[in-house]
């Protein structure tokens, strides 16, 4: 490919809307352009990467045994609604697209396949012997996201490969879901991807397990803390681990103390001299439910530990067995709003009487009870007493009502020590999840009633598991990996051209010539060669070089006269100045060992 034939248009300037070094450089090396907000052209250059990732993939799903095939992206409303998921997956901060056809029949632009692919397989696989199936497809995703933002990181419509495999005992879901674990670390390994593996939060659905393949970048969305004996890594979402002990409480007589203006931790601190960790923090969230109803959860938290909101959704979907639709915190407005008044906000205990619900509108009209270990763990503590301006100094969990029900809803933290080797210690650090590898169980098969006849003749709902892998996503996220002040620095497994010729001058016969000659002689040799022959000055066509990262670069220049050229490795910009055919084999020699 001749750069003069490749509509390439490189900008100088950093486009304004672009925060992140791989957004910017896609836009400025003519990868992408936005349409609108989190939608992006793939400009031919972008698209040669893609195909080489995908290529990849379908390699490595092939080679464990996966079916490639292609759903459709409309969605009838009817199998989201047989799953639960229309209602949640449309409205409020819903991320699903839908629209309604000429007959008024609603339809979804599918957001992820479950419900299609669990449907077809209902239909399909009639006996235990058709098992197992992974059935894979690489296509593009539409997501309405709140937030898109990063170009391809967080898309609106972007390339997804996902999979779905049916079993007929769980033993052989994990064993399948053991054998995507291996394909996805060679996948990320043939890209050139550092991604670490972590242990992931797998929703509400329970019990199952999910890992998460993360590429560390600063610019991760994802928080992950990393064990610094290198034994274990998990999301935040679901981080485990142990935290510092408490401030022990000096012995003081139980009593309420007069504490106005200190409705915060720290007011409490300063005011007192106390440590966080000595008194309970108590929060109030509302739930939204599946059914409809609004649940007000209160929850305690020892004062110096943040709550996991990942964790608290999951606590109350458990213990309230439904779905939950949403989670928020609830402020001063919504409790006027629900006619709940005289809520001592900032003066609250963990045994707040149910009586102050009574009057409320649409609330049920009790609280949820949650506590975290920190917080239940606390001999004696200091809390709220119910009563602006009032705590309780010295209470035991004994001299309060209602006892609460007692999980991990917290954030683990850097530092903290490990469950697994207790002389270990976290670590954070942020990544880009380009992969989700997840153990579903049977909660689709049995919403949508998909079954096969197993050995003894019965009918059973079939095991699943998914597997998703970003791959628009994983393109950006290996810019952001490979990357230098100039430019992209491609793997050469995904580069869109593996070697280029830059002709200083292309008015000088015997450059173009030579540089014509050592291009044939990539071409014939099957690498993957774009030829910059465009009449533009040498400096600038060396910047656009470093700019679009092409691994490998052939400059014939000055020294053509005398047959020479410099052979020059993009990551590190080592140069070589070689006599042509030698650079040719030599570079024919790494690409093609
Ligand atoms: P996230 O937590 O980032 O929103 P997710 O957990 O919703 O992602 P999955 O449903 O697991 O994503 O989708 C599989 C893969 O698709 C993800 O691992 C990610 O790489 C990619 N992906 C998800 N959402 C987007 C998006 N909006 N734009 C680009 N890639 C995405
Ligand atoms: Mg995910």
């Not at 898309?155 to 033993?171: C, L, P, T």
């Not at 110096?304 to 928020?328: G, M, R």
Request: one cysteine or more; proline letters at 4%; charged letters at 25%.
């Amino acid at each position: 490919m001749r750069v003069s034939r490749l509509m390439l248009v490189t900008l100088r300037d950093v486009p304004a809307d672009a925060e992140i070094a791989s957004h910017q450089l896609l836009l400025r090396g003519g990868y992408i352009r936005r349409i609108g907000a989190g939608i992006y052209a793939y400009l031919p250059l972008m698209w040669r990467v893609l195909r080489k990732i995908t290529a990849i993939v379908r390699e490595e799903m092939d080679q464990s045994g996966a079916l490639e095939t292609l759903l459709p992206q409309l969605h009838p409303s009817e199998l989201w609604k047989q799953s639960g998921r229309w209602q949640g997956y449309t409205a409020g901060e819903g991320i699903m697209f839908h629209l309604e056809d000429r007959q008024g029949r609603e339809l979804g632009l599918g957001p992820t396949h479950e419900e299609v692919v669990t449907n077809l397989a209902g239909d399909l696989l009639r006996s235990y012997k058709q098992l197992p199936v992974n059935l894979y497809q690489i296509q593009t995703k539409f997501r309405d996201e709140i937030r898109p933002r990063f170009g391809l990181m967080r898309g609106r419509e972007f390339i997804m490969k996902d999979a779905y495999s049916f079993h007929a005992e769980e033993n052989d879901l994990k064993s399948t879901y053991t054998a995507m674990d291996q394909a996805y670390r060679k996948i990320f390994e043939r890209c050139g991807l550092e991604a670490v593996p972590v242990d992931a939060d797998s929703g509400a659905i329970g019990g199952a397990a999910s890992q998460e393949f993360m590429v560390t970048a600063e610019a991760g969305e994802d928080l992950i803390l990393i064990s610094d004996d290198g034994m274990y890594a998990a999301n935040q979402e679901k981080a485990a681990s142990i935290p510092p002990a408490a401030v022990p409480l000096a012995d003081l007589d139980a009593e309420t103390l007069p504490t106005p203006q200190q409705g915060s931790i720290d007011a409490l601190c300063d005011a007192h001299g106390w440590h966080a960790s000595q008194i309970i923090k108590v929060l109030l969230y509302l739930a939204k439910l599946d059914d409809e109803s609004e649940q007000p959860v209160l929850i305690s938290l020892r004062g110096d530990q943040e709550l996991n909101e990942v964790k608290l959704i999951n606590a109350v979907s458990q213990i309230v067995d439904q779905s939950v639709l949403d989670c928020q915190s609830i402020s001063q407005d919504d409790f006027s709003r629900q006619g709940v008044l005289d809520i001592p906000l900032g003066f609250i205990g963990p045994d707040l009487d149910d009586q102050l619900l009574s009057e409320a509108r649409s609330w049920n009209p009790h609280f949820l009870r949650l506590a975290d270990h920190t917080a239940s763990n606390l001999q004696r503590f200091i809390c709220g007493a119910n009563k602006p301006d009032l705590h309780r100094i010295s209470c035991g969990w004994n001299d309060l009502q209602g006892t609460p029900t007692v999980l991990d809803l917290r954030n683990a933290k850097a530092g903290d020590q490990c469950l697994h080797n207790l002389e270990a210690h976290l670590v954070e650090k942020r990544g880009i999840e380009v992969g989700h590898i997840f153990q579903l169980g049977r909660k689709y098969s049995k919403a949508l009633n998909s079954s096969f006849t197993n050995e003894a003749g019965r009918d059973e709902p079939f095991w699943m598991g998914c597997y998703g892998i970003g791959i628009s996503r994983l393109a950006q996220a290996a810019v952001e990996q490979h990357h230098d002040a100039a430019g992209i620095c491609w793997p050469t497994t995904i580069a869109p051209f593996e070697a280029m010729v830059v002709v200083a001058n292309i008015q000088d016969e015997q450059q173009m010539a030579l540089g014509e000659q050592v291009y044939n002689g990539l071409i014939n040799a099957g690498i993957d060669a774009l030829l910059d022959d465009r009449k533009e000055r040498a400096g600038v066509k060396f910047k656009d070089a470093d700019l679009i990262g092409i691994p490998y670069r052939i400059v014939v220049g000055r020294d053509a006269s005398e047959g020479l050229v410099e052979l020059v490795r993009r990551s590190d910009r080592e140069m070589q100045k070689l006599p042509h055919a030698t650079a040719t084999s030599a570079l024919i020699g790494t690409l093609r060992p």
